[in-house]
């Protein structure tokens, strides 16, 4: 062992620490292209490549049904790799996900399309989307935790956040690779092989990801636990989860709900709405989400050096308020046409809600959870509060259809998640430093004291 064990709460040292923090994003980042680039060829380019004999919207609908699909089977892997990662060790699960991620991703980028193979091209898509949302169940809590467990306990929402930056710099590199394709070609290069390079460039991030991960120690709670193994009762981590943290496993699946489905409608559902209800050219909705994920990187950081001054639970309270308030202009402001206001419109959706909840979120809900079942816990709460996530842009389709092509009930059910989550953010026990309280990580969760000199 290169470094030398410390105690969880001082973590480790400054080279160690960023080269944990590296392999965590490099992941992320991995899981958080192959995640976009599906939504976005869902919205773009999948409905008449697998679904051509639909009627438009319904070929939509089908192609969003595909992108949602890969999300069923999320919470098996949450639930396979975090009995693994819980039980084995982090490391080597998150090599396994990433594995698996980054080899059905660059494979969909060879499949043959319907017009070569009929009915099963979209039953392949669908197949190797499976396949990737498996992959994709065990890799988020697995990331979060090789740098939360091994971070100092006063840094861990800043160092936490920083594998969360992957996301905004996932839909970046998607919507920015698809809109270079969509500038050097023209609609039938784009159509007929322009869409498959997205997908094929995931093997250079597979490559690189595995290399860091492979150099990558296991997290310092992780083998403080082993150390201590052998005193104690073996039992399943997901028995155990439900055993002791029932409460907590309900309120952080709630909690994450107005994230993730916020953050569906308004990048994949997004896209498509503007290219296609709105009837403007889909430059302008890319470039929205370049903006806005330029925006919500830098936001990421800042977001959890807040939260290890005011707690967790304030600034995801205020990412989900937000979402509540903003549900309906967020349409509103589309509504104008405009190319300034939309992008100002989906950058503030963007970076205020959804970033603003997904940078403390993993520092919030590691703390909701004993070592022995973090993993599981983290993966499952996830993964399940994903089904409907990844089912946004499906639900919103059709409800744009069933308004006749307006958005109010999109923009309602995006408004009663947010509430959903709003109230079971509150009820989460604060644990606000300013509040004279300092949370720390154990093995039964959350741990609630007041220091020496404060009582």
């Known amino acids: 062992m290169s470094e030398r064990l410390r105690e969880p709460s001082k973590g480790l040292s400054g080279k160690a620490m960023r080269r944990v923090v590296i392999g965590s994003f490099a ?7 192959d995640f976009f680039i599906f939504g976005t060829a869902a919205g773009l380019v999948f409905a008449p490549l697998f679904f051509p004999d639909s009627d438009p919207l319904i070929g939509l609908i089908a192609s969003f049904a595909t992108f949602g699909v890969g999300f069923l089977s999320r919470p098996l892997g ?38 070569d193979i009929g009915i099963w091209a979209p039953l392949l898509l669908m197949l190797l989307r499976l396949i990737q949302g498996f992959g994709l169940g065990g890799e988020y809590g697995g990331a979060a935790l090789m740098t939360i467990e091994s971070a100092p306990e006063e840094k861990r929402g800043f160092l936490g956040s920083l594998p969360q930056m992957a996301a905004s710099v996932g839909i970046m590199l998607a919507t920015g690779v698809f809109t270079l394709c969509d500038y050097f070609l023209t609609q039938e290069q784009f159509l007929s092989w322009g869409w498959r390079i997205p997908f094929w460039l995931s093997a250079v991030m597979l490559i690189v990801g595995m290399f860091i991960r492979l150099h990558t120690e296991e997290t310092l709670d992780f083998r ?10 073996a039992s399943l981590p997901l028995i155990e ?54 925006v919500g990187t830098l936001c990421c950081p800042l977001m959890g050096w807040l939260s290890d ?20 202009p967020f349409f509103m402001l ?64 059709s409800l744009l259809a069933l308004g006749d092509g307006k958005p109010g009930y999109v923009a309602s059910f995006l408004l009663v998640i947010s509430v959903l989550s709003f109230t079971c953010t509150w009820l989460i026990k604060p644990q606000h430093l300013n509040e004279n309280v300092v949370s720390t990580f154990t093995d039964s969760g959350f741990d609630t004291r007041k220091q020496p000199h404060e009582r």
């Open 241 to 294: 989860l439900f055993r002791k943290h029932p409460r907590n496993i309900l309120l952080a699946t709630g909690a994450r709900l107005a994230e993730s489905v916020s953050s569906n409608i308004i990048n994949a559902f997004g896209i498509v709405y503007i290219s296609s209800q709105l009837a403007l050219s889909r430059d302008i909705p890319l470039t929205g989400m370049l903006i806005a994920s330029v």
């Open 78 to 115: 949450g639930i396979v790799f975090g009995h693994f990662g819980d039980k084995v060790g982090r490391k080597i699960t998150l090599i396994w996900t990433l594995g698996i991620i980054g080899t059905s991703t660059f494979l969909i980028g060879f499949l043959p399309v319907y017009k």
């Open 309 to 328: 001054r005011f707690g967790q639970r304030l600034i995801y309270l205020i990412g989900a308020g937000f979402c509540v308030l903003f549900a309906f």
């Open 334 to 397: 589309l509504g104008t046409k405009s190319t300034l206001i939309i992008w100002c419109s989906m950058t503030l959706g963007y970076s205020l809600g959804p970033t603003m909840m997904f940078a403390v979120q993993p520092t919030m809900f590691a703390r909701m959870f004993g070592t022995s079942v973090r993993y599981t816990g983290l993966s499952f709460a996830y993964q399940l509060s994903a089904i409907l996530g990844g089912l946004s842009p499906l639900i919103a389709s």
């Open 27 to 33: 992941g992320a980042l991995l899981e958080w292209y």
């Open 224 to 233: 403080k636990r082993q150390q201590s193994k052998s005193q104690e009762k």
